[in-house]
């Protein structure tokens, strides 16, 4: 059996995380490792970017104003907000079977759990250097306590997720591309 005894990313060894401490620590996903290419004598560095930085945009392939990487949109007009669920910021492993990283300071070999859905609350923020003032919530606030308890989101597990095929806006610059090549 293989125990993590150091963490390391890339060749730098990181400090093991410590649990509960009230510390954020952002959740970093890696691209790539760091990779030597002997051909050109060219080390590519290791790559990483922060799960948890939400972009803001629309969602809706329709509008002019489509963003395919957006996280977030709030449509002032009908006070509605829309979210794309960020599987990997919520630390789940298999979303359609509702399984989630589990405690792994408890076991490190199997540190999986299966949840009954996922409860949701919102933040409207103004970021003032290192911390923020909350400006509304939903539910709302009360002496930093929400005043009612948050509703659970639930889903039915699946094997095949339901999909719907289109052509992208860039498939006719594509195709238009491909018939100029000789």
Do not use: C
């Amino acid at each position: 059996m293989f125990m993590l005894k150091r963490w390391q990313i890339g060749k730098k060894l990181i400090q093991k995380p410590e649990k509960n401490t009230g510390v954020f620590k952002p959740i970093k996903y890696a691209l790539s490792g760091e990779l030597y290419i002997p051909s050109r004598d060219l080390i590519v560095d290791f790559e990483d970017y922060e799960t948890g930085e939400l972009r803001y945009g629309i969602g809706d392939p329709d509008h002019e104003d489509y963003d395919s990487l957006a996280d977030f949109y709030y449509n002032e007009e009908l006070q509605m907000f829309e979210v794309r669920i960020p599987w990997l910021l919520l630390q789940f492993r298999d979303p359609s079977q509702r399984e989630v990283i589990g405690d792994f300071y408890k076991d490190p070999y199997e540190f999986s759990q299966f949840v009954n859905g996922i409860q949701l609350a919102v933040l409207v923020v103004n970021e003032q250097g290192d911390s923020y003032e909350i400006l509304d919530s939903l539910p709302s606030l009360e002496n930093n306590r929400f005043t009612e308890p948050l509703k659970m989101y639930e889903w039915e597990t699946w094997d095949l997720p339901l999909y719907e095929e289109r052509l992208k806006r860039s498939y006719d610059y594509v195709k238009e591309a491909f018939l100029n090549v000789e």
